[in-house]
């Protein structure tokens, strides 16, 4: 994108590109735009504040809002589908694909609201997420397990991927053999890539988390020998298996310092600290050479909301 350089978007081969959301930091939450045929599909929309980038771009990739056909979110978390409702009042002839779980959460956003001030207090909910905008019931469709639909000349699939939400499904695109994995093949910053590759730890935010489910969809999402997953934090990732492995790890890990610490006074600081810990030294291992204080900045909000789905897990969580 050199038309307007406060909006950021790659193109990846095969059709795809990634867009800042603009959600958090940069490059911190990716929206995706699919284009095939004569037909263009969304894939994650951010918040109510990314909608005007993905008009932006969608315009100056030469395309009209009536040839959006398909908005997809992997599941109804804000930072994922907070946009939804007033994207969909730009784009007359979409279709908005969600979970089942996630469906009535879209139609009537007004508990998915009061949950998320609940997690952030209302100061920070409207600053960062604003109104959500409900979508007509009759524009939205939900996607079971085992789904597919065509977009031209690439097949789409669906597939249940619970452990960070229940509400969470993926999305397998046959052209280019990768799945849009939403948040359950974990967080990968491109700020922490080095020789060795992309580094991913799990996401465990309130307050689904449920660490067996988890560690199962990602095995499902490896098992058909993927070539690439489309993270929405953030981009696109190859060499998937070893990150399969690296995520599978890292839930083990988050899960046991939970535990750990499940009785302590200090439970959150403790669960906190050892997270930390744990990441300064894979990154350090991974090769990662900014220090390791700007490396916990950058993961700040990211180790405070695994934190605080930890906990949720240990007093409410199946275990
Ligand atoms: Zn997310």
């Not at 959006?68 to 007033?86: F, K, M």
């Not at 999305?171 to 359950?184: E, Y």
Request: hydrophobic content about 40%; glycine content about 8%; charged content about 25%.
């Amino acid at each position: 994108m050199t038309a307007n350089d406060h909006i950021s978007c790659k193109q990846y081969a095969g059709g795809v590109s990634v867009i800042d959301a603009g959600f958090g930091r940069d490059h911190m939450t990716a929206c995706y735009m699919m284009e095939a045929g004569k037909e263009v599909a969304f894939i994650e929309v951010g918040t109510n504040s990314s909608t005007a980038r993905l008009m932006k771009v969608l315009e100056l990739r030469g395309w009209q809002p009536e040839d959006v056909r398909y908005v997809i979110v992997t599941h109804v978390h804000l930072d994922h589908a907070g946009g939804a409702g007033s994207l969909m009042q730009l784009l007359p002839n979409a279709t908005l694909l969600v979970h089942p779980y996630g469906a009535r959460h879209m139609i009537d956003p007004a508990k998915l609201e009061a949950g998320s001030r609940a997690v952030y207090g209302d100061k920070m909910y409207e600053r960062i997420y604003g109104k959500l905008i409900p979508v007509p019931e009759q524009r939205v469709r939900v996607m079971e397990d085992g789904d597919e639909l065509s977009l031209a000349n690439r097949q789409l699939r669906f597939m249940d991927t619970p452990g960070h939400a229940r509400h969470h499904f993926c999305v397998h695109d046959s052209l280019s053999n990768g799945w849009f994995a939403g948040d359950t093949f974990g967080l990968s910053y491109r700020e922490f890539d080095t020789d060795k590759g992309a580094f991913v730890l799990p996401t465990t935010t309130p307050i689904q988390f449920d660490p067996v489910a988890l560690k199962a969809s990602v095995r499902k999402l490896v098992a058909d020998a993927p070539d690439c997953m489309y993270l929405t934090h953030y981009g696109r990732v190859d060499d998937v298996q070893r990150l399969a492995k690296k995520m599978i790890e890292g839930v083990d890990m988050l899960a046991g310092f939970a535990q750990r610490y499940q009785h302590d006074d200090q439970r959150r600081q403790k669960i906190e600290a050892a997270i930390n810990a744990w990441l300064a030294e894979g990154l350090k291992e991974h090769g990662v050479s900014l220090a390791k204080e700007t490396c916990l900045q950058l993961l700040q909000p990211d180790v405070a909301l695994n934190t605080q789905g930890l906990e949720f897990w240990l007093d409410h969580g199946k275990r």
